[in-house]
């Protein structure tokens, strides 16, 4: 299945923005939990936000919170991660995933729990660096 995951990452300044986008040409994104991930080198894989369509549940990372936001928008099947506020910590490459598990039963404390991904995009790359 096409999934496509990650499109705009690349290089911006401390304190600069991107946006990452997840699409798919064959799954509804709307029947899925999104999340984002990220994994900086020799770090571990680490949950930055999901967005579930069926219950209206949107939440983050504790190191994102107020600075990213989650988005989605149905008629392009397209979720949006929104970056602001950038600094060096948020370099890695960041993944979008679904999850069908978390979308029909959302285990709040699992929401970034990899192994209830079954989807994966390719990841993309985002550099802070001045």
């Known amino acids: 299945l096409r999934f496509s995951c990650g499109v705009g990452g690349g290089l911006v300044q401390p304190g600069g923005s991107l946006r990452l986008s997840c699409t798919s040409s064959k799954i509804n994104l709307d029947e899925y939990q999104i999340a984002w991930f990220r994994q900086a080198p020799g770090k571990e894989r680490e949950g930055v936000g999901y967005?579930?369509?069926?219950?209206?549940?949107?939440d983050y990372g504790d190191r994102v919170k107020g600075r990213f936001t989650i988005s989605k928008d149905s008629a392009k099947n397209t979720v949006y991660l929104q970056m602001n506020s950038l600094n060096p910590e948020d370099t890695a490459v960041y993944y979008c995933?679904?999850?069908?598990?978390?979308?029909?039963?959302?285990?709040?404390?699992?929401?970034?729990?990899?192994?209830?991904?079954?989807?994966w995009g390719q990841g993309t790359l985002v550099t802070v660096s001045s």
């Open positions: 967005i579930n369509s069926r219950d209206g549940s949107i």
């Open positions: 995933a679904t999850s069908q598990i978390l979308y029909y039963s959302p285990i709040r404390t699992q929401d970034f729990t990899s192994d209830l991904y079954d989807r």
